[in-house]
C-alpha cells in the first residue's frame, strides 16, 4: 500500500490542483498508518469498513468520507493501471452527514460585512457576494473570461473541474469596468 500510495501521490502532484493535492498528502497519512505494512491486493472490504468505523469515532462524516473517496479514487487508478483486479472500497457506502440550512446574508449583514471592509477589498468582496464564485475562482479569474456584453463570467475550471458560466448585474459590470479602466490584466487577489 505504502509504495502505490507514493506512486498515486507523484500522479496526484501533476494532475490535480495544487490545494487538492496537499489536503489529500494529509489524509494520505493517515491512509498510509493504517495500511501501510499491508499488500494493496490483499486489503479486504472489511478492514476498510473497520478503518470507516474507528474515523467516525474521531472525526465528522464528511472528514471519512473525503478519506475513503481518496481510498476509492486511487483503486480506480490501480485498477487502471494494472496494479488490482478489482477494489475492495467499491461497496463501503459513505457515511450520511448532518443536513445543514443553507443561510444567506440578510441586506444588513452584507452592509455591515461591507463598512468593515478595506477599500481595496470592498469591490472584491461586493463581486463575490453578487456571483456566488469561491476565493479560489476569483483569484484566477482572467479578463479572457468576462464578456461584460452578455454580462456572463466563464469559468473553465470549477470546484467540480466543470465549466461554469455565471451571470454578471449591473453592479459586478460596473466594477469590472472600473478594474479595466485602471489597466487590471487580472483580477486582484485576495490577500
Known amino acids: 500500500f505504502y509504495d502505490f500510495a507514493k506512486e498515486y501521490m507523484a500522479w ?8 487538492t493535492y496537499l489536503r489529500e498528502l494529509s489524509t494520505m497519512r ?12 490483499e486489503i479486504t472490504t472489511w478492514q476498510i469498513e473497520k478503518y470507516k468505523a474507528k474515523r ?3 472525526l465528522k462524516p464528511a472528514s471519512v468520507n473525503r478519506a475513503l473517496a481518496l481510498l476509492k479514487h486511487m483503486y480506480s487508478k490501480a485498477i487502471e493501471w494494472g496494479k ?10 459513505l457515511l450520511k452527514g448532518e443536513v445543514k440550512r443553507m ?9 455591515r460585512l461591507l ?31 468576462v464578456n461584460l456584453e452578455q454580462g456572463i463570467i466563464t469559468l473553465t475550471d470549477t470546484k467540480n473541474h466543470e465549466r461554469a458560466d455565471i451571470p454578471i448585474n449591473e453592479t459586478v459590470k460596473a466594477i469590472l469596468r ?11 487577489k485576495l490577500t
Not at 493517515?30 to 491486493?41: P, R, S
Not at 443561510?103 to 452592509?111: C, G, N, T
Request: proline share 6%; aromatic share 4%; charged share 35%.
Open 12 to 19: 496526484a502532484k501533476t494532475n490535480k490542483k495544487p490545494s
Open 30 to 41: 493517515n491512509l498510509n498508518e493504517e495500511f501501510e505494512a499491508k499488500n494493496i491486493q
Open 56 to 58: 467516525k469515532e474521531e
Open 84 to 93: 488490482v483486479k478489482e477494489s475492495p472500497v467499491k461497496k463501503v457506502k
Open 103 to 111: 443561510r444567506f446574508l440578510m441586506p444588513e449583514e452584507i452592509q
Open 115 to 145: 463598512s468593515k471592509c478595506a477599500d481595496r477589498l470592498r469591490p472584491i468582496v461586493t463581486v463575490l457576494l453578487h456571483t456566488g464564485m469561491r476565493k479560489g475562482e476569483l483569484e484566477g479569474l482572467l479578463w479572457e473570461q
Open 178 to 188: 472600473t478594474m479595466d479602466k485602471n489597466g487590471c490584466r487580472r483580477y486582484p
